[in-house]
């Protein structure tokens, strides 16, 4: 864990604010690419997605594995299961700030016995999927957890990484990184910017 | 700051909706097999019962354990309530005992009005002799939507002892800031004074309302409560004001049967109208646990609460 206790943006906020002057560094074909390989990489390192469930960590992670679902239809035909796990509850700075509204939990099926990817927008301090594993464990046992995330900025403050990377994207701790995606922003994009 | 959740006008149409719509995902826990979240770990819910109450108090145990905060249960019966503390040195021995929230419910109205000026933590009203019982109203609410899908332009008709009604308050308060049409109805002598006030229609006819009414909310003639006759006989009331089958034939198709509970069946409600479909009363008491875990969550789940009002003439940091 860094010396600060409050990491200068949170991991989650770094998908909401829009920043004020920021760099696109993928396009709306960026994007497709890299969730196309991801769907294809899931379907190979899982032999074919038998017992796979996506649980997406709302907002934007949802509307990924949305995404990687239909995306997997295409190719297999397979129907995967799609869930939002939320993880306010769970958070670690949750007496740091006011609390927040809920987002939904709802998983499909369960997920004993599972094959369950966790799919969110961006991976940074790793503090949001070390909540997401706690919420998940409370789910239920699944057989085995992997990560599919669209954009790895780095900066990990807990010992995880994960499987399935869209991008990798070297930044500065104070960069904002903002994942739009059509069905919640218009238009797909990765940006960054600088804080201001 | 601190805040508390006195009285239904703590709250306003945002921070209301706030509570039902986290209460929502609340509703969703007790659905799965571990109902339990870690959020409240490390804080201290004190349950101060003045007055008798099981669903109250259990409901507001459980949605603090649910919450995984540690609950301390103090009724008076069996405490030093009853070899004379005050309530203010009740609440500064709480308040030493760390409380971070205190649940009180008393039969002095105003008492949790009192306690807010004395404890540094955040006080929930459950119930203040017969002024409020706002957890009570949003629970109401909560059902409604569930049940209907809205609550803004429903028309809730309140029936029963309105005079020592807190939960009849705080509904019609509730209501009218969610943007419901609440109308009262009751014999002359158990409306109280100033009822032109409230956010309300008054009639005493309920075979006038019941036919225009998305909700009938039936309450308890409260005996232990009445220091007069109000009406001439139970029979006599159970007649011109009970809810029996003929009447919830002529609810709208739709319409819904409200009781906050304890039920006199065959006095307020008809026996076959509390068991029908129609009735909503064991899901409020299921419903009653997913709100005041949102309560709870929101007032003591951060940094600051999200939601509540300070405590009227206290300052911040007064100590007593």
């Known amino acids: 864990m860094s010396a600060s206790v409050t990491p200068p943006t949170s991991p989650r906020a770094t998908s909401a604010p829009e920043p004020p002057d920021g760099r696109s560094v993928l396009d709306p074909a960026d994007v497709g690419r890299a969730l196309t390989r991801i769907a294809h990489e899931i379907l190979e390192r899982t032999k074919g997605g038998d017992d796979l469930v996506l649980l997406g960590i709302p907002t934007r992670g949802v509307t990924i594995a949305n995404r990687l679902a239909a995306r997997i239809r295409a190719v297999e035909g397979l129907e995967v299961p799609v869930g939002s796990l939320d993880i306010t509850m769970y958070r670690d700075d949750l007496r740091l700030r006011l609390p927040r509204a809920l987002e939904t939990t709802d998983v499909p099926g369960g997920v004993d016995h599972k094959l369950v990817v966790l799919v969110d927008d961006v991976l940074f301090t790793g503090r949001t999927v070390r909540a997401a594993l706690d919420a998940l464990s409370d789910l239920g046992r699944p057989r085995a957890v992997q990560l599919a995330v669209l954009v790895d900025r780095g900066h990990r403050e807990l010992p995880i990484r994960a499987d399935y990377v869209g991008k990798n994207l070297p930044t500065s701790r104070t960069q904002l990184v903002s994942v739009r995606l059509a069905e919640i922003d218009g238009s797909d994009a990765v940006v960054v910017g600088e804080a201001s | ?320």
């Not at chain 2, 309530?87 to 709480?94: E, N, Q, S, W």
């Not at chain 2, 109805?185 to 998305?214: F, H």
């Not at chain 2, 003639?221 to 220091?227: A, F, G, I, L």
């Open chain 2, 1 to 320: 700051m601190k805040r508390h959740l006195l009285s239904a006008t703590d709250l306003d149409r945002e921070s209301a909706t706030l509570v039902l719509d986290t209460a929502e995902e609340m509703a969703r826990l007790g659905e799965r097999s571990i109902k339990k979240l870690p959020t409240l770990r490390g804080r201290t819910v004190v349950n101060l019962f003045y007055e008798d109450s099981t669903r109250t108090r259990t409901s507001f145990e459980l949605a603090a354990k649910r919450l995984s905060a540690d609950v301390i249960n103090f009724s008076a019966k069996g405490s030093s309530v009853s070899k004379g503390e005050s309530l203010k040195d009740t609440a500064l021995t709480l308040e030493a005992m760390g409380a971070d929230a205190v649940v009180c419910r008393h039969s002095g109205s105003g008492a949790p009005h009192r306690l807010a000026q004395w404890v540094k933590g955040s006080v929930v009203n459950a119930g203040d002799g017969t002024h409020e019982h706002p957890t009570q109203a949003l629970l109401d609410a909560f059902t409604m939507r569930r049940r209907l899908g809205r609550i803004e332009g429903l028309r809730v008709t309140i029936v029963g002892d309105i005079l020592h009604s807190r939960v009849a308050r705080s509904n019609v308060l509730l209501l009218d800031i969610l943007g419901a049409h609440p109308t009262v109805v009751a014999p002359p002598t158990l409306l109280p004074v100033g009822i032109e006030a409230w956010p309300t229609e008054v009639s005493y006819d309920i075979d006038a309302v019941l036919p225009k009414s998305d909700v009938v909310m039936m309450l308890r003639v409260q005996n232990e409560r009445m220091t007069a006759s109000y009406f001439p006989n139970v029979r006599e009331y159970s007649r011109r004001y009970g809810l029996d089958a003929r009447r919830v034939a002529a609810l709208p198709d739709d319409a819904i049967v409200m009781h906050p509970g304890p039920m006199n069946r065959g006095v307020e409600i008809a026996a076959e109208v509390a068991d029908s479909a129609r009735s909503t009363i064991v899901e409020q008491v299921a419903n009653g646990v997913s709100v005041r875990m949102a309560v709870l969550y929101l007032l003591l789940g951060g940094s600051e609460p999200a939601i509540g009002s300070p405590a009227a003439g206290s300052t911040e940091g007064e100590r007593p």
